[in-house]
């Protein structure tokens, strides 16, 4: 069932939302070559707490930590490490918080110092394609045509969508009704109406979409080795139009 949300409830959703953007602003100017990511983790849940809001992820279905870090071929629920970031990698850190009886969720594929022309041309595909499908958020149409404009992009550009994870609604619960496919033929699903909030987050790699989860039940790598970006924001469907909320200055 999907939970429609008030203008009050959808301004709530926002100011979650505005703090994970802020944070993630914040460890984003931290990832350099010699960083690592138990840090970032450890400051993502410092910079939560100062604000008044809790880690969304930690102890969600018995998730370790407050962030999730996957680097290069990890396509996401990487675990932060002391092992240090170096010049050429690039780096998805997933965030989520609860603040004021709502949820914010929103991730960021970063490169680490100066990375391959693949590695830039991936996680711009990967960005491209998330506001494409946020385009497509639009009341009247239906939940597949953002699927649909997502797969269309990341295919253009050579690559592959990962189909395992998807999008999800969000408001008093981290995953809600619908889930938000990043494939599929356009035109299909329930209709998108104002008030639906949603989390849209594609993965997208250099080679098959096909991946693996490592035996600590989390780690999920690309199944061929290839490099993996992740970009997710949180939406409100308005009868303006898609809004997002997971932004500190109104844009991306
Ligand atoms: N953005 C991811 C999601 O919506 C992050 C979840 S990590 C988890 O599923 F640890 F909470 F599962
Ligand atoms: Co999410």
Redesign the pocket.
């Known amino acids: 069932m999907v939970i429609l949300k008030s203008p009050s409830e959808i301004e709530k959703i926002s100011q979650s939302n505005v703090i994970v953007a802020e944070i993630l602003e914040i460890l984003q100017q931290k990832v350099k070559p010699g960083s690592d990511t138990a840090t970032l983790d450890k400051l993502s849940e410092e910079l939560a707490l100062a604000r008044n809001a809790s880690p969304?992820?930690?102890g969600?279905?018995g998730?370790p930590?407050s962030l999730?870090t996957s680097l290069n071929q990890q396509v996401?629920?990487g675990f932060p490490s002391k092992r240090l970031l170096k010049e050429g990698d690039i780096l998805s850190m997933?965030?989520?918080i609860f603040y004021n009886g709502y949820y914010g969720?929103?991730?960021i594929t970063v490169p680490v110092g100066k990375v391959s022309k693949v590695a830039e041309r991936l996680m711009k595909a990967t960005k491209k394609a998330l506001h494409l499908g946020i385009e497509q958020a639009v009341p009247g149409k239906r939940l597949s045509d953002i699927s649909h404009a997502i797969q269309s992009c990341v295919e253009a550009a050579g690559f592959s969508v990962v189909r395992k994870?998807v999008?999800?609604g969000?408001g008093k619960a981290?995953?809600e009704d619908p889930q938000v496919p990043n494939y599929g033929e356009p035109g299909m699903g329930i209709r998108l109406k104002p008030g639906m909030v949603l989390?849209i987050?594609p993965m997208v790699n250099v080679g098959s979409y096909e991946v693996k989860t490592l035996e600590d039940g989390?780690t999920t790598v690309t199944k061929d080795g290839s490099l993996s970006a992740?970009f997710?924001h949180t939406i409100a469907v308005t009868e303006d139009g898609p809004v997002i909320l997971s932004t500190t200055n109104g844009k991306a």
């Open positions: 969304a992820f930690k969600y279905r998730y930590y999730c996401v629920h997933d965030f989520g969720d929103a991730a994870f999008g999800h969000i981290l995953h989390a987050e989390w992740h997710e």
